[in-house]
C-alpha cells in the first residue's frame, strides 16, 4: 500500500483542493474502513513530511476526514493537539484523552492537561 499511497500522493499534490478533498471523501466512502484509513494516513504524511506541506495535510484532515473519531487520530499524529482535544471533548472520544493529555503535558499546553484530567476523574 506504501508505494501505491507514494504515487497518489504525488498526483495528487498538482490537482486543486477540491479535487482532492472529493477523492479522500470517495476512498472514505467506497472503501473498507482499515484500508481508507491507511491509505489516508499514508498520504498525508507523505504530504506532511516529503513535501513539507503541513498546512494542505492540515486543510485535508480538517475539511475531507468526516469520522471524528479518524480526524482526531490524525490531529494526534500530526501533533494539532489543540484541535485534537476539542474534537476528542466534544465527539466523547475519551479512549484518546490519555494520548492527548500526555502530549499536552510536554508541549506545556496546561489547560489541556488540567482538562483531561478533569474529564478522565469523572469517569
Given amino acids: ?4 499511497a507514494n504515487k497518489l500522493t504525488d498526483l495528487l499534490f498538482n490537482e486543486d483542493d477540491q479535487t482532492i478533498i472529493s ?3 470517495k ?3 467506497f472503501s473498507n474502513l482499515k484500508f481508507s484509513e491507511s491509505l489516508i494516513s499514508l498520504i498525508l504524511m507523505r504530504l506532511f513530511y516529503v513535501h513539507q506541506n503541513q498546512d494542505f495535510a492540515n486543510y485535508i484532515i480538517s475539511h475531507a476526514i468526516k469520522d471524528p473519531d479518524f480526524k482526531c487520530r490524525l490531529l494526534v499524529q500530526f501533533m494539532n493537539i489543540e484541535d485534537a ?5 466534544t465527539q466523547h ?8 493529555g500526555n502530549i499536552a503535558q510536554s508541549k506545556n499546553l496546561a489547560v489541556i492537561v488540567n482538562d483531561v484530567t478533569r ?5
Wanted: hydrophobic letters at 55%.
Fill in 1 to 4: 500500500i506504501h508505494p501505491i
Fill in 23 to 25: 477523492f479522500i471523501e
Fill in 27 to 29: 476512498i472514505m466512502e
Fill in 85 to 89: 482535544f476539542q474534537i476528542a471533548k
Fill in 93 to 100: 472520544i475519551t479512549h484518546l484523552l490519555p494520548l492527548i
Fill in 119 to 123: 474529564i478522565l476523574s469523572k469517569q
